[in-house]
């Protein structure tokens, strides 16, 4: 399994922290403890190093640089709500200014399949592998009842995959598809979350790290959008839909920091609007929705959250990949195992059953054998005395 001590450490100047300026040797626990055991917490002044494990950071990092990210983000939702759309406002036109493309550039049409699209970018020298997964809308008439059914098998599949890897010889250079985030689109028409919502959101939430969304949230007001927020979260809690939760970072953070996540937090589900055209204002290119009426920009905070959106998903990558590892794979893991063991445990019951059977057909056989030996030498001896006929071959007379 693959485990990255450098979560969070991207995001951060310096996660372990700059050695303070003190000296002091100190034995950590009770009293109780300091008879038993020897554990020890030592903190260096200013620039002195013993060890020099405060480049660890620059290690993990350049370790990091090195290898690449691999990164799989999933839409699902309804049909029509703009998913294909937000993907390329997303990533194929944005949010890596600086990326060097490659291949992929052509629009996504209309989903009918499952359609799995790979980017390859660099970003001040950092490599990322992103995997764009969309999924066909619920509704469409080519998926109709069983609309679900490819989704999940789609996410069951990466993770068989990622295991049947994990257990083969080669385990070093593991290509992990699994899907690390899912966000998913809700309808901005209704009063909150539909049936179908619930079943999926239930389906995926033990598999992926669900990121709910307002679709073309443009069509609400602010008062409708908030009603809707809140009715939809309400809704998530009294399902017990498990969506993505923010770490919990230490209290000594920066300050900045933790506001900023308390911002994105307060922020779900998250309002978006998508568009791909690109329009001159006041001097600025800026991607929006032009109507009769006016302009809604995308990346306008005052607009929509596509910008805490895109927020999260750049400072959280490596904890999306850490719960997908730890948790949602865990569990898959957990499960096959079982399910495993079950079969082995099924597999020798059946062939303990087969043996006992086996040994009472030979008890059987072993009685007629005998009983057969006593039957010729009972007509041996009758023939002897009455010169009768003698059978050759008992057997052709009883059936064994
Ligand atoms: N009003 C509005 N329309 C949108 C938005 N995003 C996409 N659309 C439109 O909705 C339609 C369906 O979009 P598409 O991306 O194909 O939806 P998908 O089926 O969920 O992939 C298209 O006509 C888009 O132009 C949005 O944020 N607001
Ligand atoms: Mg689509």
Redesign the pocket.
């Known amino acids: 399994m693959e485990r990255n001590s450098s979560s969070h450490g991207m995001s951060r100047a310096n996660p372990i922290g700059s050695p303070r300026m003190c000296r002091r040797l100190q034995n950590s626990g009770s009293n109780e403890d300091q008879k038993s055991s020897h554990h020890f917490t030592t903190e260096y002044d200013g620039e002195e190093e013993v060890i020099g494990f405060a480049r660890l950071p620059e290690q993990v990092h350049r370790r990091a640089v090195k290898k690449g990210f691999e990164f799989c983000l999933m839409v699902v939702?309804e049909?029509?709500?703009?998913?294909?759309?937000?993907l390329d406002t997303l990533f194929l036109t944005d949010m890596y200014k600086d990326r060097d493309m490659l291949a992929v550039q052509e629009r996504l049409s209309?989903?009918v399949d499952i359609d799995v699209k790979q980017l390859d970018m660099t970003e001040r020298g950092v490599k990322l592998r992103l995997s764009i997964i969309?999924t066909p809308?619920f509704g469409d008439p080519v998926n109709g009842e069983t609309c679900w059914k490819p989704i999940i098998d789609y996410v069951d599949e990466q993770f068989g995959q990622y295991f049947r890897a994990e257990s083969g010889l080669n385990r070093k250079h593991i290509q992990d598809t699994r899907v690390h985030c899912c966000l998913y689109?809700i309808s901005p028409y209704g009063h909150g979350l539909k049936q179908m919502d619930v079943d999926m959101m239930k389906r995926l939430h033990n598999k992926v790290n669900i990121i709910p969304l307002i679709?073309?949230?443009?069509?609400l007001t602010p008062k409708e959008l908030k009603r809707l927020k809140a009715n939809v979260l309400q809704e998530i809690a009294q399902h017990n839909i498990q969506i993505y939760q923010f770490p919990n970072f230490d209290s000594d953070d920066e300050d900045e920091f933790s506001d900023d996540e308390e911002e994105l937090r307060a922020a779900i589900p998250f309002a978006?609007?998508?568009?791909n055209s690109i329009v001159e204002a006041g001097g600025k290119t800026i991607r929006s929705?032009t109507y009769p009426w006016g302009i809604v920009e995308v990346d306008n905070p005052n607009h929509c959250d596509f910008l805490k959106l895109k927020k999260t998903i750049s400072t959280h990558m490596q904890d999306l990949k850490d719960v997908t590892a730890d948790t949602l794979y865990e569990n898959y893991r957990a499960e096959h195992l079982k399910n495993d063991d079950n079969g082995l445990r099924m597999a020798a019951s059946k062939s303990s059953e087969m043996e006992t059977m086996l040994n009472k057909k030979d008890q059987e056989i072993q009685k007629m054998k005998s009983l057969l030996n006593s039957m010729q030498s009972q007509m041996s001896l009758k023939g002897s005395s009455s010169r009768g006929t003698m059978l050759s071959h008992p057997e052709d007379t009883i059936n064994v």
């Open positions: 939702g049909s029509g709500l703009g998913k294909s759309t937000l209309k989903t969309d809308g689109f679709a073309k949230s443009d069509i978006v609007v998508g568009s929705r």
